[in-house]
T-cell receptor, first 114, second 118 residues
Framework: GENVGLHLPTLSVQEGDNSIINCAYS??????FIWYKQESGKGPQFIID?????DKRQGQRVTVLLNKTVKHLSLQIAATQPGDSAVYFC?????????????FGAGTRLAVHP | GAVVSQHPSWVICKSGTSVKIECRSL??????MFWYRQFPKQSLMLMAT?????????EQGVEKDKFLINHASLTLSTLTVTSAHPEDSSFYIC??????????????FGDGTRLSIL
């Protein structure tokens, strides 16, 4: 993913609807992908991860889809709740100098309206 | 489990001051810790990777003499911003991970330190 600068894209949804947050990653060699949730003034919180040998993984109310052909990752949140309002980042696991590190995407702000 | 604590959570200081930020893994041994910087409405940018007992690996463009990293134990890493200036004001976040090198262990993040330089 690329850091698009000062403007975070925002996804606005109604409480109870499903949310889909998308992410394009940059390195076709990345084999590990993670979604994080970041609330204001806090560090990122792990949501769900997926390895490149899978194309779908489900958690509690969340599903991650991976399309390696087009280097695309998505996070689906079912029955979105006000507490889901936050900034969501995808991260790809990269290898550099012997230490695998995370490269974060630009982030998407999810705003849930009652 | 897997709690990472950062201290302080907020610091305001005068230009020219050096500021130390601590990152502790409270319930696991963190052989690798990562330091990130995040500007408002932007993503996390990795600054450096540190392994316990060895020198940190800095990302391109990050001045190692400006941002001193010490990872002297398996539960503590420190980031010192030396001679801080207003442009160093940012949200600094650490993460910790068990295992070295290529590890399948996830990174656990602290809640960040907001640094404001006047």
């Amino acid at each position: 993913g690329e850091n698009v600068g000062l403007h975070l894209p925002t996804l606005s949804v109604q409480e109870g609807d499903n949310s889909i947050i998308n992410c394009a990653y940059s390195n076709s060699a990345s084999d590990y992908f993670i979604w994080y949730k970041q609330e204001s003034g806090k560090g990122p919180q792990f949501i769900i991860d997926i390895r490149s040998n899978m194309d779908k993984r489900q958690g509690q109310r969340v599903t991650v889809l991976l399309n390696k052909t087009v280097k695309h990752l998505s996070l689906q949140i079912a029955a979105t709740q006000p507490g889901d309002s936050a900034v969501y980042f995808c991260a790809e696991g990269g290898f550099s100098g012997g230490y695998n590190k995370l490269i974060f995407g630009a982030g998407t702000r999810l705003a849930v309206h009652p | 489990g897997a709690v990472v604590s950062q201290h302080p959570s907020w610091v305001i200081c005068k230009s020219g001051t050096s500021v130390k930020i601590e990152c502790r893994s409270l319930d696991f041994q963190a052989t690798t810790m990562f330091w990130y910087r995040q500007f408002p409405k932007q993503s996390l940018m990795l600054m450096a990777t540190s392994n316990e007992g060895s020198k940190a690996t800095y990302e391109q463009g990050v001045e190692k003499d400006k941002f001193l990293i010490n990872h002297a134990s398996l539960t503590l890493s420190t980031l010192t911003v030396t001679s801080a200036h207003p442009e160093d004001s940012s949200f600094y976040i650490c993460s910790a991970r068990a295992g070295t090198g290529i590890s399948n262990q996830p990174q656990h993040f602290g809640d960040g330190t907001r640094l404001s330089i006047l």
